[in-house]
């Protein structure tokens, strides 16, 4: 990522305004072309550092109003097993390994996200039986403080 | 939101098209016109439906580290403590967390970014200093799944 990368997630990075053609002005503000913008946008994509382009949602109003936190405790050799299982599920949407701090021996987190708290619970059930992996904890958000998004 | 407005934010989550014109673009391939594509999007934006149309960074390649940082808040003091937490610019996401079974010594929830591993320590101190309380960092050894992706479906809990 050179500089001119960086100044082009910069003028992007707080929202496109829905206008005919959105790039137009932080292309004028940059003095390129809307063209040459958005080929460095492509190969940004491509290589990863931005991990997707659209729009973030906000899903409580959107009516998906549950999300839980579930940590397991995973023998680290069934890890990978664990994972392969859970990132199947359309409701998890992030799966990580943690390392465990000693008054919380737990190394696996999934995010899971539902229209109800039932409907995440179904999901921790359906995921246990498939892994046998059962010593778990739910943690349902009862309120959001913070959301906000990583800038540059 | 309607079907329509459903299948608009189903589509925009990734992918958005990088063209001059992408609302036209959008309208092409849902069958409507440009003008009530954005129409439509200026009122979920309104009604904050859509936080915004933007670039999501990977932290990490675009040289960030994060962790997750978890601490144990007396009922009393939440929205204190919570407050402080978000006011750290290191701080992305905080939340509060309350276990549907067994137990957890943590209620409050919440990732940090910062440029250096250095930084990211920083950051916790400050907050232990400011909220009295120790932070427990919880870093990421392995990424299985990152993507958000809502799909408004009926399905329960695949929404």
């Known amino acids: ?152 | 939101m309607d079907d329509t407005d459903a299948k608009l934010l189903a589509r925009i989550q990734s992918d958005f098209p990088l063209v001059e014109q992408p609302f036209a673009c959008l309208g092409k391939e849902l069958g409507l016109s440009e003008a009530d594509v954005i129409e439509r999007l200026a009122a979920l934006r309104r009604k904050g439906l859509i936080r915004r149309i933007g670039p999501v960074l990977d932290p990490e390649k675009v040289g960030r580290v994060g962790a997750l940082g978890a601490m144990a808040v007396p009922h009393d003091r939440i929205e204190a403590v919570a407050a402080a937490v978000s006011a750290c610019p290191a701080v992305t996401h905080n939340y509060q967390r309350v276990p549907l079974n067994g137990t957890c010594p943590y209620n409050l929830w919440f990732t940090l970014t910062a440029s250096s591993q250095q930084g990211l320590h920083e950051a916790a101190v400050a907050m232990e200093r400011a909220a009295g309380l120790p932070v427990a960092l919880l870093p990421v050894r392995r990424k299985f799944k990152i993507g958000v992706r809502f799909t408004f479906s009926d399905d329960d809990a695949n929404g």
């Open chain 1, 1 to 152: 990522m050179d500089d001119l990368d960086r100044r082009i997630i910069q003028e992007l990075q707080d929202g496109l305004p829905i206008v005919p053609e959105p790039y137009a002005e932080a292309a004028a503000r940059l003095e390129m072309p809307v063209e040459g913008l958005l080929e460095r946008l492509a190969g940004m994509l491509a290589r990863g550092e931005v991990r997707r382009f659209g729009a973030s949602i906000a899903h409580r109003k959107a009516g998906i109003a549950a999300n839980v936190m579930c940590v397991w405790r995973v023998a680290p050799e069934q890890v990978d097993a664990f994972a392969r299982e859970a990132v199947r599920f359309d409701a998890i949407t992030h799966c990580y390994e943690r390392a465990a701090a000693p008054e919380w021996p737990y190394n696996v987190y999934a995010m899971i996200h539902g229209r109800t708290q039932a409907g995440c619970q179904a999901v921790i059930r359906d995921l246990c039986q498939r892994t046998g992996e059962t010593d778990y904890v739910a943690l349902l958000s009862t309120r959001e403080f913070k959301k906000t998004w990583t800038r540059i």
